[in-house]
């Protein structure tokens, strides 16, 4: 009986094993096709090693047969950092007491002060606390900031374009140009006109309009410009345009003349236009967009009851919701009644407006 079991007992571990090794074979070739997909190196960490040091110290020298995502000395130098129980570089870092020290909360405290009330960059609030005898690096600097929170921004200058148009808005214009279609014989034809804006008080002054805005126009447009704001004693110290064609060297030399500094935005920046902007999009979807222009005459009428409707009549966040040219009777508190109510239309209704009548 023992001779007919042993034998049987033999093939039957003979066949398992070569079951076991057509599994492999196939498990082999199925890793080598998802590992030709992945990077040339992958990255694993401590719970991925400590799995594979689990499963392949058992095949000892045999792992090579089946390993791809690691070399095999670099997995016996796991096998040795694990059984010789070597301290890492970051324990070792941490028993010794290496590395800088931290920051003093004080000084930390100073930059993120410096910070916040100046806008300075890493380099200038370097330079104010050495005054005050304190010594880091500039990296520290810039480590505590965007520790903080703030934009991290080495050498940004403390001045920002919102706080240039607060500071000049008294005296500060911005131009452009824009324009309408009319209706002609020929078809369609573009007509121009330009629109100034104050920034400070958001009046606006519009010029007539015009086919051709030529050098001359242009220039005439400029020196109409200059005698509002001297009739309506406005000043005009610095003026806000872009960079088109139309504007010429005597157009400029018209404010220079009035000791006017003429600065220019950058190429493609409609955004540092953004208030001279907003009045030309109020103006076309408040007003033309409800008129078909058939002349110049025509549309020198439209634009000059604009002006006077948004100069007097049509309110603003910007101005407590007000209109520019204020009313002053309007902030006195005063007994508000709705048989005192009285609208005003203009532009044959288009535009409409409310007041209290005394």
Known sequence: MVNIVHPLLTL????????????????KAENEILRSKLPSRVTLDNRERNTLLKHGRKLGGKIKDVMTIVSYSTFRRWVRKMESNTPTPEKRSAKRGTGRPKVEEDV???????????G?????????????????????????????GFEPAPGDHPDTWHKFLKRHA?????????????????GLVDVYFIVFIHIGSR????????????????????????????????????????????????????????????KLTPIRSPNLQAHVERVIQTIKHEVL??????????????????????????????????????????????????????????????????????
């Open 170 to 186: 008294e005296t500060l214009w911005q131009c452009d140009f824009a324009c309408k279609k009319k209706w002609t014989m020929k």
């Open 108 to 118: 930390r405290d100073t930059i993120i002060r410096i910070r916040k009330e100046t």
């Open 12 to 27: 039957l571990a003979s066949l398992t094993r070569q079951e076991l090794a057509q599994q492999i074979r196939y498990l």
């Open 289 to 358: 967009n409800a008129f078909c222009i058939v002349t110049n005459e025509h549309l020198d009428g439209i634009l000059r009851t604009t002006q006077d409707w948004y100069n007097k009549r049509r309110g603003h966040s910007g101005r407590d919701h007000l209109p520019p040219i204020r009313d002053e009777s309007v902030t006195l508190p005063i007994k508000f009644s709705k048989q005192n109510v009285t609208c005003e239309s203009e532009l044959g209704g288009h535009l409409l407006s409310y007041r209290q009548v005394a």
């Open 203 to 262: 009046q606006i002054w519009i010029s007539p309009c015009t086919e051709n805005p030529n050098a001359d126009w242009t220039t005439q447009q400029g020196r109409n410009f200059q005698m509002h704001i001297d009739d309506h004693k406005l000043r005009c110290e610095t003026l806000m345009r872009d960079r088109d064609r139309k504007y010429t060297a005597e157009f400029d030399n018209v404010f220079k003349s009035s000791e006017c500094k003429i």
């Open 120 to 148: 300075f960059g890493y380099t200038k609030i370097l330079q104010e606390l050495r005054r005050m005898g304190v010594h880091v690096s500039r990296q520290t600097v810039k480590n505590v900031i965007v520790a903080a």
